[in-house]
């Protein structure tokens, strides 16, 4: 099969990388021409070297390649997934302009190309916009009719940054959305490959499975902080008390891990997209409201605790470890480290920062801070450091990066050190939903 990719982002290099590995020939269009060039040498516009290796074999191999020229793309291609952005507005309404942008591109290719062509939407949007939105789009654009002349699925993805080949190869389920027997069958059998379960439904409801799993993940995360927040106020190590809760089956281990909230480009877009249809349907989402408000809270969380060790924040130097809004990632949408390094300055510290490799795009955020060049040199002559993302080599920090600290004290903003560690580095551990571990 030809496959068309639109939008050279996350989703759409990983599923067209994806497909381009079970030997389909792969056009990757996107209209950001620097994007495009990189793709076509071989390189990612972000941090994801499992991903970025793979592509590499591909472009090598001419089995993948990028055009800016969407309507050619489109015209070689049997199947065109759209993956573009539906970045949030201010008021947690999505942004369905990249999607309606590309549908009308689609529509024109569609009009000029013969054959049957099936469109699949992967971007993440809310229920009802695939056949409100897309598709009369594509119909006008193309003066053919869905279900008839060509074919239209939606196909959310359910990938995490940092394991995105994975999660594509290896997906927990496969979500096909359709509103005709044939465009479903066409999208079963290219998956025919990946062996995981397979869900049939209508194209609301695989849009609101999207909704509905981010929502999930993200209560249980502001449920496990919440449960972090009462515990240290107990003097209970909270890790202990979620740990022994996700042994129950009916609840499960993972995302059950406290910190300073979470950040994104899905979790907390999703949350406020959801909430807000929900309210534009006249239904008020409690939870989701709560949720959301619990994990504003957070970054205050880890000031809380430097300012119990401190004593008041003012003049004091603090370094940040991690900008990322997760280890492994040099993605800074929604990172936590914002919030937090802003509560930190209006408290009057003087804050010095470091990120393996999202220090860049922290930067365009917030230019006006100090960065350091290694977490090393963050933490020399600093009163406390509280690291924000959990990046493995901050694990690796010992002895010497600690004892050039004018206070060793570690707060851990995401549970992810080991605490006795810490302690035999002559440091003192703070961590959220645990306190004080002397
Ligand atoms: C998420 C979903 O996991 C994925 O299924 C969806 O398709 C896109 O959104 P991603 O944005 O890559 O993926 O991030 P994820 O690994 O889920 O982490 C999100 C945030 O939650 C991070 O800031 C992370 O630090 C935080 N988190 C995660 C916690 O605070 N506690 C946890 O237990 C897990």
Known sequence: MRICVLGAGYVGLATGVMFGELCHEVICADIDRTRVRAVNSGRLPFYEPPLERE???????????????????????????ICVQTPSMPSGRIDIRPVKSASRNVGRALKKSQGYKLVVVKSTVVPGTTDSVVKPLLE????????????LCM?????????????????????????????????????K????????????????????????????????NEIANICVRLGIDSQKVLEAVGMDPRIGPRFLKPGLGFGGSCLPKDVKALKDRAKQLGYNPRLLSTLLAINSIQPSEGVRLLEMELGGLSGKKIAVLGLAFKGGVDD???TRALPLVMELLGKGAVVTAFDPMAMANFIRLMPTIRYASSAAECLNGADACIVQADWPEFKKLGRK??????????????????????????????????????
Not at 157 to 174: M, N
Not at 175 to 187: W, Y
Not at 195 to 212: C, F, G, N, V, W
């Open 55 to 81: 592509l590499r074999k591909l472009v090598r191999s001419g089995s993948l390649k990028a055009t800016e020229d969407v309507e050619w793309a489109v015209g070689e291609s049997d199947i065109i997934f």
């Open 140 to 151: 006008a654009g193309s003066n053919k009719k869905a279900g008839k002349d060509f074919g």
């Open 155 to 191: 196909n959310p993805e359910f990938l995490q940054e940092g394991s995105a080949l994975k999660d594509s190869i290896e997906p927990s389920r496969i979500v096909v959305g359709s509103g005709d027997e044939r465009s479903a069958k066409i999208l079963l059998d290219l998956y």
């Open 193 to 224: 490959p990946v062996k995981s379960p397979k869900i049939r439904t209508d194209l609301r409801t695989a849009e609101m499975i999207k909704y509905a799993s981010n929502a999930f993940l993200a209560t249980k995360i502001s449920y496990s």
């Open 332 to 334: 800074v949408r929604e």
């Open 401 to 438: 990066e600690f004892s050039s600290m004018k206070h060793p004290i570690v707060v851990d903003g995401r549970r992810f050190l080991d605490p006795e560690s810490v302690r035999r580095a002559g440091a003192k551990y703070l961590g959220i939903g645990f306190g004080s571990a002397e």
